[in-house]
């Protein structure tokens, strides 16, 4: 392969997704630098890198003068309950009344309409719910696979069922932004960038946007590709925690809007247009 040159700025919450952006991009050789992620996007705007690997739950749509290029292979999506010795390690197995700390709006909702018996500790932060765990502050935690890796060795993990707990749009993936019409997007086939994770999230932002809604809200998605198939499970929980609005559909791999565009209009009708803000 020729040699290239990237400047590579990685975002510290990227690395704590499980990928290795650098080291994915590693089969450029020794071409690939990493510089100063504290403000990614802000150093590919100011040409002070090629690449921003940023992670996808965070990213906001549209973004001025600035393109997604490629995604890194994604990780596992699921949220993983956290508990402590030998408690109960399945969500459904919990006694009643035991506190569990999450963060985000779409965690808090969904485990008050699968277990109402239990008491949602809210934090606002994402790394806070695992600090008051080792802290012994609270019984459990639902967070990602990726968070759930820097939990004590003494902890029970469960994997949570998609079919009934599904992640946040864009969850365990990294992608690449680059300037609009610039950067090195030409040399990025075949060292790393995943076209199925990409599409998946592309068909996830669209959800978003066709429902009028932003990063952070109770709208739990999941994208998954099967050769030129792309299927989209996507939930709502009410404000009240009493009802989950439950809607999937199957469509052509090149149409994801078209795909969003249909699941939006299934929740709707369902019901989800009650409780949307």
Do not use: C
């Not at 459990?140 to 009934?164: N, Y």
């Not at 990294?174 to 790393?192: C, F, N, Y």
């Not at 599409?199 to 066709?210: D, N």
């Amino acid at each position: 392969m020729h040699t290239v040159t990237i400047r590579l700025a990685v975002a510290p919450e990227a690395e704590a997704v499980g990928a290795r952006p650098a080291a994915v991009l590693g089969s450029f050789g020794d071409a690939v630098t990493v510089v100063d992620g504290d403000n990614a996007l802000g150093a590919v705007r100011e040409g002070r890198a090629e690449l921003a690997a940023v992670p996808a739950e965070t990213l906001r749509h549209p973004l001025p003068g600035l393109s997604v290029v490629g995604a890194l292979p994604r990780g596992e999506p699921r949220d993983v309950l956290v508990v402590r010795g030998p408690a109960a390690p399945s969500l459904s197995a919990l006694p009643g009344g035991s506190r569990v700390g999450v963060a985000g709006a779409r965690r808090h909702h969904l485990l008050g309409v699968h277990r109402p018996d239990l008491v949602v500790a809210p934090f606002a932060a994402r790394r806070a719910p695992m600090a008051a765990y080792r802290e012994g502050a609270i019984d459990a935690v639902v967070v990602s696979a990726a968070e759930a890796r820097s939990g004590p060795p003494q902890a029970r993990t469960d994997l949570l069922d998609p079919r009934a707990w599904l992640p946040a749009p864009g969850q365990a993936a990294v992608v690449l932004v680059a300037r609009s019409g610039e950067g090195p997007v030409r040399d990025l086939k075949g060292v790393g960038v995943d076209p199925a994770t990409l599409a998946a999230l592309r068909t996830e932002w669209a959800l978003i946007q066709a429902l009028g809604l932003d990063v952070g809200s109770r709208l739990a998605a999941l994208a998954m590709v099967y050769g030129r198939w792309i299927r989209l499970w996507a939930t709502v929980a009410d404000a009240d925690q009493r009802r989950l609005v439950r809607a999937d559909q199957t469509g052509e791999l090149a149409r994801p809007r078209e795909l969003a565009d249909a699941v939006a209009r299934q929740l709707v009708a369902r019901g989800a247009a009650e409780f949307l803000p």
